[in-house]
């Protein structure tokens, strides 16, 4: 059974960090590039970072740049997203996502993905 359990959030204050963790389960990791979304409420979920099994390139959102830093351990077939000067609008539910490698479509393109997690709630307060 193909498992991405996301963990580590929480509420925080701003400007505090949280660490982000997204266990993987079920698949080959290794075939699979992984990304971080978001899910403010009202509002659409967006592509917040991803990094590559290929060659661990990765991606950022403009939002996050300098402030977020995602990684991959692949001994444990986790994927961490390192969460720096939270601001209030960073409050959203968290997913990790795995996209087979070399597939189609834009990093941050949700149809791009072939698997889910639950999501983990970020709460940052002002």
């Known amino acids: 059974e193909v498992q991405l359990v996301e963990s580590g959030g929480g509420l925080v204050q701003a400007g505090g960090s949280l660490r982000l963790s997204c266990a993987a389960s079920?698949?080959?990791?290794?075939?699979?590039?992984i990304g971080w979304f978001r899910r403010a409420p009202g509002k659409e979920r967006e592509g917040v970072s991803y990094?590559?099994?290929?060659?661990?390139?990765?991606y950022y959102a403009d939002s996050v740049q300098g402030r977020f830093t995602i990684s991959s351990d692949n001994a444990k077939n986790t994927v961490y997203l390192q969460m720096n000067s939270l601001k209030s609008e960073d409050t959203a539910v968290y997913y990790c996502?795995?996209?087979?490698?070399?597939?189609?479509?834009?990093?941050?393109?949700?149809?791009?993905?072939?698997?889910w997690g639950q999501g983990t709630q970020v709460t940052v307060s002002s």
């Open positions: 996502a795995a996209a087979r490698t070399h597939g189609l479509g834009y990093w941050s393109a949700v149809t791009k993905y072939d698997y």
């Open positions: 990094i590559s099994s290929t060659d661990g390139s990765t």
């Open positions: 079920g698949f080959t990791f290794d075939d699979y590039d």
